[in-house]
């Protein structure tokens, strides 16, 4: 269930469509408030509406039936509410579990978890946490930030839709927790890059253009500041060679007006305007009034057509799904590096991502896949080809398998005491070899005494991600980030240890640390979502800039790990992959000389030194050379997770002998 949320209804019907074709999902309804105004036609006065087998629409109405702008719903917000809550408590069969997007509806799944004990997921849509922040525009976002820091802290589990709003966003409000945080990015919100009304499309932009069959710069977008769109306008008409190459469209929403809708939408597309006649724009800018969604596609297609490009230039993006639908249709894109959106065109490989700041730089990287064709033709491939991935089909698996965490199980008794430990790197360790996962994950559920755990330098939401693709099984413990974090799995859930990140935490200084390596060249921080609390992480290419780092923290109590020639960590003392590892088996209660670990990188040495049993994987890299000749490393002939299952029967024939 959700609460109206405008445009968010595409991606809510989408994700409702896929769940309800799923054999767990019984029944979904979507609920939203009941709406009786002629403008907006008699379809949302409807109180109850099939939309397919299983899937219905629910009106509520709360006495008021205007179509209710933002600051005027907040204030009809209790009436929902109780309306709600009268409708669920009088039902026969409660719901099972409550779907709330936005903070909005996530209190009022909160309330109602409170009073009848229904579990709720939260999607956390468009964060303020940046935006108040960087307070760019004095507005003050202090009461909306707790709000969402309290669902944050109170929500069963929370969808997040990329890395960036998993790993950095939610993680910045106090009451977060990783363990309840899981990323699975929504499906394509359009049905296919060949559909779509293009003559329609066409009919929309003629009016505006000189030259309609020059490539199409397009950008879709909300009419709110953060999109920049009155900057992406600055860029082009500043930019002489867009402007002579390609024509700007920009769907900034619906409007009957300049004066029309809400004080944001009207100080957005009157700034629009304003450009529009300030840089002498007419017959190369477009900016159409009203379409449908069979125009949006249509547009789409357009503009892959003339050989054009999707833009966003958002100075923030939490995830972008525009993006998504671009690469659908087969449209390359330019994206802001700030947000979830460097996410989708690293995983759909179809464009480039740059800085809105730098005007200039965002337009040379449109320029340059304006006239290279052979890059142009690479990404439409690419867009069309990987954005299959990105399915709501994929989202609803994904979505079961969380919501089954956090409902109620049939008890099957408690599983037997485990006496062995054994922990596993992730990448090219127990992935890198289909067969292998396969081999390992039989390997593990013929052997009970024996409890599964990963120890990789991947977030935890990249780490559950990659051993649910690898079709691997759930681990009793992960430690992730390095060695930085721990996390042990409670029936269906994940807890954080947090004994452990008190215990990393003694003498850690990360602003002093960061102070010193930035000032050494040849250092450069990663992107934003990989730093962590207890973690920070640089690409360095150079032997002796990794010296140059230990000396400049050598005073200070921290550790520094180089590995895959490129990757360094700087992590509190006593954290990393060896200590973790000692910790967890002290934890389990399992003797050290019954732990077996299993790596093939240089941020594995010190859990493989630490560990009495160790398996060095034969695919190994050259950090770990150096361990080949211990007697106490079993180095196997097969690489990945063939080369686990082969020390564990050669650590087995030993301790038989």
């Known amino acids: 269930m959700t609460e109206d949320t405008g445009g968010h209804i595409t991606y809510v019907l989408g994700a409702a469509t896929a769940l309800v074709r799923s054999r767990h999902v019984d029944q979904i309804e979507i609920v939203t ?11 949302y006065a409807v109180p109850f509406e099939t939309v397919a087998p299983g899937l219905h629409i629910r009106r509520i109405d709360t006495g008021n039936r205007q179509y209710l702008a933002k600051e005027a719903a907040i204030a009809d917000r209790p009436a929902f509410q109780a309306a709600l809550l009268r409708y669920i408590a009088g039902l026969k069969r409660k719901p099972d579990l409550i779907h ?85 990015p929504p499906g394509a919100a359009l049905d296919g890059w060949d559909q779509g009304n293009v003559a329609g499309a066409k009919g929309l932009v ?29 860029l082009y008409a500043g930019d002489a060679q867009l402007r002579a190459r390609a024509n700007l469209v920009i769907v900034a929403g619906l409007r009957d007006g300049p004066h029309s809708g809400e004080p944001e939408q009207r100080q957005v597309i009157g700034a629009l305007l304003e450009r529009l006649d300030r840089h002498d724009l007419y017959g190369s800018l477009a900016l159409p009034k009203r ?115 956090i409902l109620p199980a049939a008890s099957v008794g408690a ?48 780490a559950v991600r990659l051993l649910r693709e690898w079709h691997l099984p759930d681990p009793a413990v992960l430690i992730t980030s390095v060695g930085s974090e721990i996390y042990w799995r409670d029936g269906g859930h994940l807890v954080a240890d947090t004994a452990f990140a008190e215990r990393i935490a003694q003498g850690w200084q990360p602003a002093e640390i960061a102070a010193r390596v930035r000032g050494i060249c040849g250092a450069e921080p990663q992107a934003p979502v990989e730093q962590r609390r207890y973690k920070q992480s640089w690409f360095v290419d150079e032997r002796s800039i990794v010296a140059a780092i230990r000396e ?48 093939d990188s240089g941020n594995d040495i010190d859990m493989l030194a630490a560990c009495r049993n160790p398996i060095l994987v034969a695919n190994h890299s050259e950090d770990l050379h150096a361990l080949r000749d211990s007697s106490a490393v079993y180095v196997a002939h097969r690489s990945h997770a063939g080369g686990i299952v082969e020390g564990m029967y050669a650590y087995a024939r030993r301790t038989a002998a």
């Open 33 to 43: 408030r009941l709406i009786d105004d002629p403008a907006l036609g008699a379809a």
């Open 100 to 184: 709330a997007h936005f903070a909005d509806a996530g209190a009022i799944a909160l309330d109602i978890r409170e009073r009848l004990g229904i579990p709720f997921i939260y999607t956390a849509h468009s964060l303020a946490i940046d935006k108040a922040l960087a307070n760019d525009d004095g507005i003050d976002m202090s009461a909306r930030v707790a709000e969402e820091n309290r669902i944050i802290g109170a929500a069963d589990a929370i969808i997040a839709s990329s890395r960036d709003e998993a790993e950095r966003q939610l993680m910045l409000y106090p009451a977060a927790c990783a363990a309840r945080i899981h990323c699975i």
């Open 206 to 234: 003629a009016p505006f253009l000189r030259d309609p069959a020059k490539p199409m710069i397009l950008a879709i977008a909300r009419p709110v500041a953060k999109k920049n769109l009155a900057g992406l306008i600055d």
């Open 291 to 405: 379409h449908g969604q069979a125009d949006v596609s249509g547009l789409y297609t357009l503009a892959r057509q003339t050989r054009g490009v999707f833009v966003n230039p958002a100075l923030t993006e939490p995830y972008g799904l525009t993006l998504t639908e671009a690469a659908l249709h087969g449209l390359p894109v330019v994206a802001t590096c700030h947000g979830g959106a460097a996410d989708i065109v690293g995983t759909l490989d179809h464009g480039q991502v740059a800085d809105p700041r730098d005007p200039a730089g965002f337009a040379a990287a449109i320029n340059r896949l304006l006239k290279d064709r052979k890059t142009w033709a690479k990404a439409s491939q690419n867009g069309r080809r990987n954005s299959a991935a990105l399915s709501w089909d994929a989202y609803a698996e994904q979505f079961v398998t969380v919501a089954r965490t």
């Open 415 to 462: 599983p037997a005491k485990p006496t062995r430990l054994l922990l596993c790197d992730i990448d090219n360790t127990v992935t890198g070899s289909r067969p292998g996962a396969r081999e390992l994950a039989q390997y593990l559920a013929a052997e009970p005494a024996l409890a599964f755990g990963v120890a990789t330098g991947r977030s935890l939401q990249e």
């Open 552 to 599: 400049a923290v050598a005073d200070l109590p921290v550790r520094v790990i180089y590995s895959h020639g490129r990757l360094l960590d700087i992590l509190p003392e006593r954290a990393g992959k060896g200590a973790a590892m000692v910790w967890a088996a002290r934890r389990m209660g399992i003797a050290r000389d019954q732990v077996f670990a299993a790596g």
